[in-house]
């Protein structure tokens, strides 16, 4: 269940330039060139994805919680608080290594006890070492997620937050293909994460070797109408170039958004968004 979770934003292993690693420094308030809509949609997804992230990870604590045999172990270190601490699994194929740390997590009689959850990683690691047909990926996560959690949905968060993907199972196609992506997400505000309604945007997100830009809009989600894209909605992307994406699913649930600004075109988007 923890590889699937946390393998979300691995990316692919095409033989061409590869971002460099390490530290990705400040955002520079440009993205560029952003080039294609294959760009456009990475770095929306990765501002999506947030929610899944911060959602994988109590989902972890909550079915492993009590499992002295599980890898990687959750402890409870106090009421409310946990952590998840790394570990190898030769038979699995899986390393983790770093840790990560939950508090404010608890559960009610009906699904989760409502209140402020805060998410702390730690260079948290996951490796995949025994894929399919041999092949290999990795993700870090390393940053501080906060936000407000309900019986059976996230509210409203904060996110920053760094996170490197490299290797097989692609749910986010980094811009050019590249094998290893780094992603620096800063002062991300979203009103709701994983529920129907309105979620207000503000931030920057930065894509490692790329550039970085700042996001701003309201998204309308309504999962039951449209689950391929937002409902309605924009979403502006600020840098160079500057553009605006408009959502419709409500009228056409086509899992494809329009932008325009400097550039114009459209956004396919995958099954993770």
């Not at 998840?84 to 038979?91: L, N």
């Not at 996110?159 to 692609?170: K, N, P, Q, R, Y």
């Not at 129907?196 to 550039?211: A, L, N």
Request: glycine share 16%; with cysteine.
């Amino acid at each position: 269940m923890l590889v699937l979770l946390f393998s979300l934003l691995a990316c692919s292993t095409q033989d061409v330039d590869t971002a460099p690693s390490g530290d990705t420094g400040s955002p520079t308030g440009t993205l560029h060139p952003l080039e294609a809509s294959e760009d456009i949609r990475e770095v929306v997804l990765v501002n999506m994805m947030t929610g899944q992230l911060a959602y994988g990870a109590l989902l972890y604590v909550q079915q492993n919680a009590g499992e002295p045999d599980l890898c990687p172990l959750v402890e409870e270190t106090g009421p409310g608080t946990w952590s998840v601490e790394g570990c190898s699994d030769p038979e699995l194929g899986v390393d983790f290594e770093g840790s990560y740390t939950v508090s404010g997590f608890e559960w009610g009689e009906a699904g989760f006890a409502p209140g402020n959850v805060e998410v702390i990683w730690d260079d948290f690691t996951t490796t995949i070492t025994k894929g399919p047909g041999g092949a290999w990926g990795r993700q870090v996560y390393d940053g501080t997620a906060s936000f407000e959690l309900f019986e059976d949905s996230l509210g409203g968060g904060s996110f920053d937050l760094t996170f490197v993907s490299e290797g097989f199972a692609c749910e986010v196609v980094a811009a050019g293909g590249v094998s290893e992506r780094i992603w620096t997400i800063s002062n991300l505000e979203r009103s709701s994460l994983w529920t129907d309604g309105t979620d207000e945007v503000s931030g920057t997100i930065e894509v490692g070797g790329v550039g970085a830009v700042s996001l701003a809009g309201t998204i309308g989600w309504d999962y039951a109408a449209c689950s391929s894209e937002p409902v309605d909605g924009t979403l502006t992307l600020v840098g160079e170039p500057t553009l605006t994406l408009e959502f419709d699913g409500a009228t056409t649930c086509d899992g494809r958004s329009s932008y325009g600004g400097d550039l114009e075109g459209d956004v396919i988007w995958g099954l993770s968004g």
